[in-house]
T-cell receptor, first 113, second 114 residues
Framework: QQQVKQSPQSLIVQKGGISIINCAYENTAFDYFPWYQQFPGKGPALLIAIRPDVSEKKEGRFTISFNKSAKQFSLHIMDSQPGDSATYFCAASMGGSQGNLIFGKGTKLSVKP | DTEVTQTPKHLVMGMTNKKSLKCEQHMGHRAMYWYKQKAKKPPELMFVYSYEKLSINESVPSRFSPECPNSSLLNLHLHALQPEDSALYLC?????????????FGQGTRLTVV
């Protein structure tokens, strides 16, 4: 119930292409769904986040699509660049005394020039 | 400013040493977290502080001892660690533990236990 399942584990995309990473969850109490980008040796950086009352959110080249009925959400990176090569984590959290993030296992993205 | 500052960036310690990791934020956040991250794995929750009180301890061994001296500062005291404790230790903060608030991470401390 507390898991967030992320796929694929790794992804290779050509420069200019679209990168798509998917996540699924079971617990309907989750109310916040962020995506983090992490470069080797660095901390995760918040990329974009969505709440379940919204079906899509776009910030620059990054878009989250959210399907509440299917309990799925995805990250789309348009016009992928070599500088986007990193590990991406989806996460979910709920309010209350827990309030911590439940992470997916991560997707290693490589964008080829 | 969404900065969470962690010091030191790198730490090498022997199994008999005592050391401390430090985390600082000035965003007025009242929830602060310690995570441990092993290579090619997601961050794993260790401790949660809410309004300077420990609210979650995820069954972490007693050789890790957290401390929250004030609303801006979080420490992790280390003693008698094992080589398997080598990892990236991450601090994060959120406005509060309630609904839908953004969580920001520091750059981490790379800990090596020899």
């Amino acid at each position: 119930q507390q898991q967030v399942k992320q796929s694929p584990q790794s992804l290779i995309v050509q420069k200019g292409g679209i990168s798509i990473i998917n996540c699924a969850y079971e617990n309907t109490a989750f109310d916040y769904f962020p995506w983090y980008q992490q470069f080797p040796g660095k901390g995760p950086a918040l990329l974009i986040a969505i709440r379940p009352d919204v079906s899509e959110k776009k910030e620059g080249r990054f878009t989250i699509s959210f399907n509440k009925s299917a309990k799925q959400f995805s990250l789309h990176i348009m016009d992928s660049q070599p500088g986007d090569s990193a590990t991406y984590f989806c996460a979910a959290s709920m309010g209350g005394s827990q309030g911590n993030l439940i992470f997916g296992k991560g997707t290693k993205l490589s964008v080829k020039p | 400013d969404t900065e969470v500052t962690q010091t030191p960036k790198h730490l090498v310690m022997g199994m008999t040493n005592k050391k401390s990791l430090k985390c600082e934020q000035h965003m007025g956040h009242r929830a602060m977290y310690w995570y441990k991250q092993k290579a090619k794995k997601p961050p794993e929750l260790m401790f949660v502080y809410s309004y300077e009180k420990l609210s979650i301890n995820e069954s972490v061994p007693s050789r890790f001892s957290p401390e929250c001296p004030n609303s801006s500062l979080l420490n992790l005291h280390l003693h008698a660690l094992q080589p398997e404790d080598s990892a990236l230790y991450l601090c994060a903060s959120r406005l509060w533990v309630g609904k839908g608030t953004e969580a920001f991470f520091g750059q981490g401390t790379r800990l090596t236990v020899v």
